[in-house]
Structures are given as structure tokens and as C-alpha cells.
């Protein structure tokens, strides 16, 4: 399908992860289309080790599996965005130009499960606790730095901090930077707001 377009060009094709993470070291492409469920290597184990070799390519998920877990896995490993498989053609290859653009692209039914995950109150009574990463992603924010230079501290993409960002202001109850900031000075979180 992407060879009966002008301005797409494969460079390769692979049955596993495995085989996808050596085909991108060799063949260095702007985009991947990654499945998550195969044979020999699962597609976020890949985008995982694509992200810890500092790969160019920008993956998109493109897949039949629409559970939140394989969502975030994804989406956290590093993906620029998650596509169904019956995507229709024309929304197939603008998502392929937009995440090699560098656009987050998330399919309609995905964004809706993905906006549900994050507005659903935390189960325990306190609120939830932030994972170290969220931690040091929110004394970061404490500190005045952009989601780019965050994503450069930490070695992950700017859409995984956008995701911790997300899960912060939904465990803290927050809207922006600011309140999630506020809050976690309140909470002890970050310490003294002198410090």
C-alpha cells in the first residue's frame, strides 16, 4: 500500500521486535510501523530498545489491540502515536507524515480510552503516590524546564513526558504545571518551596 505512494519508500519489512530493532539500526528510516503482538519479540519490548539506542525513527503503533495496558505500554516505551488497524488508508498516511513531522498521533477510539484512563479518579483513598520517573519529571517542572529539555535530561521522548505530565496532574488532582507544582510543595512531595 505505502509503495503505491509517491513520497513513501519501504526500506524493510520484519516478523519480530528482534528482527525490527536490527532492520532500524541497519536501515535508518524516518518512521516505523510497529505491531505489538508477535512471534519472537513483542512490538513496546522494541520500541523500548529503539528508545535505549537512541534510535531517529519516530515509531507509530499500528495494531489491532486497543486495551489501555498495551496503550500506555507504548505510549510510555516511546511511540509517537497508536493507530488501529482498520484505520482507513488516507488516515494511515497522514499519520505516518505527521509522526515523521514528530506529531503524537493517536487514533479517535484510542485518545477517548487514553482521556478516560486519565480522568478516572485514583483507587486509593489519599490519592495515588508518583512513581520515582514522575517525581523527577515534576521537580523538573518545579525548576521552570521545558518538556523538550526534560525529555533531554531524562533520555526519554517529549511524548512520555507529556504522559507522565498527564498521569501527575490526575494523581494530584491538578490542571497545569503550576497547580501540579503548588500542590506537590503542599504535599511534601518536592520538599520546602524554599529549597
Not at 477510539?109 to 520515582?132: D, K, Y
Not at 518545579?142 to 490526575?170: C, D, M, P
Amino acid at each position: 500500500m505505502f509503495e503505491s505512494v509517491v513520497d513513501f519508500t519501504v526500506l524493510g519489512e520484519a516478523a519480530n521486535g528482534v528482527e525490527a530493532v536490527d532492520l532500524v539500526a541497519r536501515l535508518d528510516p524516518d518512521v516505523v510501523l510497529m505491531d505489538l503482538r508477535m512471534p519472537g519479540g513483542g512490538g513496546v519490548e522494541a520500541i523500548k530498545e529503539l528508545s535505549r539506542r537512541g534510535a531517529r525513527a519516530k515509531v507509530l503503533v499500528l495494531t489491532t489491540y486497543d486495551t489501555d495496558s498495551d496503550t500506555l505500554s507504548a505510549i510510555e516505551a516511546g511511540a509517537t502515536g497508536y493507530l488501529l488497524k482498520d484505520a482507513p488508508r488516507d488516515e494511515l498516511f497522514t499519520a505516518v507524515r505527521a509522526a515523521a513531522e514528530g506529531r503524537t498521533v493517536l487514533s479517535p477510539a484510542i485518545a477517548s480510552r487514553l482521556v478516560s484512563v486519565v480522568r478516572t479518579p485514583p483507587q486509593s483513598q489519599g490519592g495515588e503516590t508518583l512513581s520515582s520517573r514522575e517525581r523527577e519529571v515534576l521537580a523538573l517542572v518545579a525548576k521552570g524546564t521545558s518538556n523538550r529539555e526534560i525529555a533531554r535530561v531524562l533520555f526519554i521522548s517529549e511524548a512520555t513526558v507529556k504522559t507522565h505530565l498527564t498521569h501527575i496532574y490526575a494523581k494530584l488532582g491538578a490542571s497545569d504545571r503550576a497547580a501540579a507544582v503548588a500542590v506537590a510543595y503542599d504535599r511534601g512531595i518536592l520538599g520546602s518551596a524554599g529549597e
